[in-house]
């Protein structure tokens, strides 16, 4: 087990099989089938996912990976914004500590999450559904396993939508900036407020 509240993993193709064998049975029964979302460094998880995908390991499907440059680029509201628009679960993975290609991003975003799961129990969310890891490039069978646990465990925790209300207030499904808005706020002349990438 690792010094960031990481869960432990199993590592025999027996559980992995046997993790496949459940998702396909819950699939098959029509149960809940979470979603995931996964922030993961481009150097070290995304290549080690690359890896898993190639050497077609068996991992469940509900896994949708977004690639940062290091997890020390991870900030909180990118985890809350993925819980409001609909994710079930995060994962969090990154280079093994010493590893990091920017030095120490890894350890800064050791930091931060150590407090930030007891801010999500705070927001009322279970930290249950959010799964910090170092997974390196070479560690696909790893990255298996954390995606197969995650979704087994977030499986059972249910759905979480206790804040899929806040994305539909907030951001209309048409208007993907209207989150930028203040109220009341208008450019002189009463045009719209200014967006990002609007000319000035
Ligand atoms: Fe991977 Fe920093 S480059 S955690």
């Known amino acids: 087990m690792s010094d960031v509240n990481e869960p432990e993993r199993a590592t025999s193709p027996t559980t992995r099989d046997a993790a496949t064998a459940s998702?396909?049975?819950a699939t098959a029964s029509g149960a809940f089938e979470p979603r995931i979302t996964a922030?993961?460094?481009?150097?070290?998880?995304?290549?080690?996912?690359?890896?898993?995908?190639?050497?077609?390991?068996?991992?469940?499907?509900?896994?949708?990976?977004?690639?940062?440059?290091?997890?020390?680029?991870?900030?909180?509201?990118?985890?809350?914004?993925?819980?409001?628009?609909?994710?079930?679960?995060?994962?969090?993975?990154?280079?093994?500590?010493?590893?990091?290609?920017?030095?120490?991003?890894?350890?800064?975003a050791r930091r931060r999450f150590g407090v930030f799961r007891e801010l999500l129990s705070f927001m009322g969310v279970d930290p249950a559904r959010l799964t910090f890891s170092w997974v390196s490039a070479s560690e696909g069978v790893k990255w298996a396993d954390v995606v197969n646990e995650t979704v087994a465990r977030v499986r059972s925790l249910g759905p979480f939508d206790a804040y899929h209300g806040l994305a539909g207030a907030a951001t209309p499904a048409d208007d993907p900036f209207a989150a930028y808005d203040l109220p009341g706020e208008e450019r002189p002349g009463g045009e719209p407020a200014l967006r990002p990438g609007d000319a000035p």
């Open 23 to 25: 998702d396909a049975a």
């Open 39 to 108: 922030f993961v460094c481009n150097w070290c998880t995304y290549t080690g996912a690359d890896l898993a995908g190639t050497s077609r390991l068996h991992m469940a499907s509900n896994v949708r990976i977004i690639r940062l440059p290091c997890t020390g680029r991870i900030d909180h509201v990118f985890i809350v914004k993925a819980f409001e628009r609909g994710a079930d679960g995060v994962i969090v993975s990154g280079c093994h500590p010493a590893d990091c290609h920017y030095t120490a991003g890894n350890y800064h």
